[in-house]
C-alpha cells in the first residue's frame, strides 16, 4: 500500500477537484449553449469600464493603475493641443509612458468616435 504524507494527499484532493470542476464546465458549456452568455455578459461589462480617453478627466485618469496625477495630465494636454486623440497608440508617444505602463494603461482605455 502507498503512504502518501498530508501535503501530497492535500495536491491529490485540490488536482480532482481541479479536473472535476474543469470537466463539468465543459460539460455544461456543450450541453447548455446558453450558459456561454453569462460569461460574455461579464465581458462585455469589462469593456462598458473602460474609459474614453477623449472625455476622461484627470481625476478619471488617475484611478489607473501606474497612471499618477503628472501623466495624467500630459494626457490632457496632449488631448487639447492635438485635437481628438484617433486610436491609443498615440498615447505611447507622450512622455512617461514606457512599455511596462503602456501594456497596464491600454487595458483600461479606449477611443470612442
Request: proline share 3%.
Amino acid at each position: 500500500m502507498i503512504v502518501l504524507t498530508r501535503k501530497e494527499r492535500l495536491v491529490l484532493v485540490v488536482l480532482s477537484v481541479s479536473i472535476a470542476a474543469g470537466s463539468l464546465a465543459r460539460y455544461l458549456f456543450r450541453s447548455f449553449p446558453a450558459s456561454q452568455k453569462i460569461f460574455n455578459v461579464a465581458n462585455d461589462y469589462h469593456e462598458h469600464l473602460r474609459l474614453d480617453v477623449n472625455r476622461a478627466s484627470v481625476d478619471d485618469l488617475k484611478a489607473i493603475p501606474y497612471l499618477g496625477e503628472q501623466l495624467a495630465r500630459r494626457i490632457i494636454a496632449y488631448r487639447q493641443q492635438k485635437g481628438h486623440i484617433q486610436g491609443l497608440n498615440e498615447l505611447s508617444t507622450i512622455k512617461g509612458v514606457g512599455t511596462f505602463k503602456w501594456q497596464i494603461i491600454k487595458k483600461h482605455l479606449m477611443v470612442r468616435p
